[in-house]
């Protein structure tokens, strides 16, 4: 068994852009931009580069500070005890950064995980990512990639989301759930999770023992 869950808003309660917009003073901005993206309403790529831009010239201490601030979702440590009590495997894909999920996953013992990561020079964010974009394209292709490297087949993988960007991801695992999701997703997941249920209401729709 393989399980993927998206980070901002699902295995964490934060967005965390929204906490780096916080120091730069644009969050309203940022948000706005965030909702939109999370509702499929603008292309995910070009929310991420319009708001990462905002954050050119704050100091790399402000990322550390924000590790810190992040808050877990509730029953996310159970939802992964559970995974690996039944030998299963968890990682997260995020639209965010590895500079906060790196400490995140080490934190909690996730297995794998994939984030953008925030451009630093000099110490300073450049309001640019390198690399590969984490979209929902990128999501799906390393829950298929994992799950073949762990030799899971993809009737066995489960993937959580709530935003548009998590919606390829989720038709491509077996087991779709959206977490306190978007309606756009609401409408496409094979189970939804609401409030004030948490991550660990996830466990009965996992494939155990299939």
Do not use: C
């Amino acid at each position: 068994m393989l399980v993927v869950t998206d980070v901002d808003s699902t295995l964490i309660q934060d967005e965390v852009i929204e906490l780096l917009a916080d120091a730069a003073g644009v969050r309203a901005d940022v948000a706005a931009v965030t909702e939109r993206a999370m509702r499929g309403e603008i292309d995910f790529r070009e929310s991420l580069t319009e708001r990462v831009a905002t954050l050119g010239g704050l100091p790399e201490s402000v990322v550390m500070d924000v590790v810190d601030r992040v808050r877990v979702s509730p029953g996310a440590e159970q939802l992964i005890s559970a995974v690996h009590a039944h030998d299963g495997r968890i990682g997260a894909v995020s639209g965010g950064f590895s500079q906060i999920l790196e400490p995140l996953a080490d934190r909690l013992g996730l297995d794998l995980w994939a984030a953008n990561v925030l451009e630093i020079v000099d110490g300073r964010l450049t309001g640019r990512v390198s690399g590969e974009i984490v979209d929902g394209r990128r999501k799906a292709d390393l829950l298929t990639q994992w799950a073949a490297e762990l030799q899971v087949p993809l009737a066995r993988t489960v993937a959580i989301g709530d935003g548009a960007n998590d919606l390829v991801m989720m038709r491509t695992a077996g087991t779709s759930i959206g977490y306190r999701p978007k309606p756009v997703v609401a409408a496409q997941a094979d189970h939804v999770i609401l409030p004030p249920a948490g991550l660990d209401s996830a466990v009965p729709y996992l494939p155990i023992g299939d």
